[in-house]
């Protein structure tokens, strides 16, 4: 078997780098061989996080929406168009196998774009109430690892999995993918 390429993506708070984390190093324990590759925000903490767990990570120059009018917010569309912009660059360059993603709006134009190109993207959601980039991320994901019931009234329940399945899911998800390559 060929050696496989993970991207994760998800920051700017703990609560979405650390699993982020974890999961590369489950990723790396499963598959020695693969090659992991972080995506974050440009000067929030996974910058600096990722590097010391021991992985290469890439930043976008990416904000969250305030929940109100400021100057930040005006900003918001060019920031997304650039991190689109590099996060296509990214994915053409690394040609990773599976995308998952962790929450924070770092996460958002990375999966758009692994979702443009067909790539099977994952989604992690740790939370019991998630996050607006999960869910607006999740119409197009091919598997959404959970770790509550009844999240189905934020995700489709066709693509739900708990904890006991959701790394075989995402494992047979990589199978069906080097099968076609």
């Known amino acids: 078997m060929r050696k496989l ?71 918001f569309p060019f920031k997304l168009m650039s991190s689109l912009w590099k996060s296509r660059q990214i994915i053409k360059k690394f040609k990773p196998d599976v995308v998952i993603g962790t929450g924070g709006f770092a996460s958002g134009p990375l999966l758009q774009v692994a979702n443009s190109f067909n790539i099977p993207t994952v989604l992690q959601e740790q939370n019991s109430f998630p996050g607006i980039t999960n869910k607006l991320l999740s119409k197009k994901a091919n598997a959404i690892c959970v770790a509550y019931d009844d999240l189905e009234r934020f995700f489709p329940k066709t693509r739900l999995f708990l904890p006991e399945i959701q790394f075989v899911r995402m494992c047979w998800i990589l199978k069906i993918k080097t099968r076609r390559n």
Do not use: C
């Open 5 to 75: 390429k993970f991207i994760l993506s998800g920051g700017g708070t703990g609560g979405h780098i650390y699993p982020a984390i974890a999961i590369a190093n489950e990723l790396k324990s499963r598959f020695p061989d693969s090659e992991i590759l972080f995506v974050g925000a440009k000067d929030k903490m996974e910058m600096q996080k990722v590097p010391q767990a021991g992985y290469k990570i890439e930043g976008l120059w990416i904000a969250g929406l305030q929940r109100k009018v400021t100057l930040q917010n005006a900003m």
